[in-house]
């Protein structure tokens, strides 16, 4: 009977990914999803600002993975996202703008029927400008933010990595923010 393969380090993973095998990044990301996401609710007290904060941090994860040490991985994951929960807790206490408001607030849903007129047309608005998307980051965003699916579940339907779901999300929101600005602003 031989005994079991013990798991890969992540050093190990890291040096798959840099290869070029994206396989390796999802198995990183499954084994601290729960863990970090644990810990940024404790950080944050907040399940949405925590899921936003994952984001982010799994989006650093994934365009710094070339200059992280392997053997160290576990501790910069934690160090980027109390980072990105600082960064959001600041956020917080300023007042946002109008567009970053208009993403929190509007693109959570339809909104209440007695929605504001002006908040009824700013929310129309943005929705329309998500048409201006390309096609990836629109399905991203739809199927996160108005069907409610894990990042997991949209790179499922959408037959990508999870690292690609999440960079699609972070460049939609930008995207999204840009063409607000440019036409509103």
Not at 2 to 13: G, I, K, Q, R
Not at 37 to 50: E, K, W, Y
Request: net charge neutral.
């Amino acid at each position: 009977m031989t005994a079991p393969t013990p798991p890969e380090s992540d050093a190990e993973l890291l040096t798959r990914f840099r290869s070029g095998d994206s396989s390796a990044l999802e198995v990183l990301f499954n084994r601290y999803e729960e863990p970090v996401f644990r810990f940024l609710i404790g950080v944050l007290r907040d399940h949405h600002a925590a899921e936003d904060a994952l984001q982010e941090t799994f989006v650093q994860a994934l365009r710094k993975s070339d200059s992280v040490d392997g053997h160290h991985f576990r501790s910069w994951l934690y160090t980027v996202a109390y980072r990105q929960a600082m960064l959001l807790k600041r956020k917080a206490k300023r007042l946002p703008s109008q567009a970053e408001e208009l993403l929190l607030l509007e693109l959570i849903g339809d909104g209440p029927a007695d929605l504001p007129a002006h908040r009824a047309d700013d929310a129309q608005s943005v929705r329309a400008l998500l048409d201006l998307l390309p096609d990836a980051q629109r399905a991203v965003i739809t199927a996160r933010v108005f069907d409610g699916k894990t990042f997991r579940e949209v790179a499922a339907a959408q037959g990508c990595p999870l690292n690609t779901a999440l960079a699609r999300m972070h460049d939609g929101l930008k995207r999204l923010r840009q063409l607000w600005e440019a036409r509103y602003a």
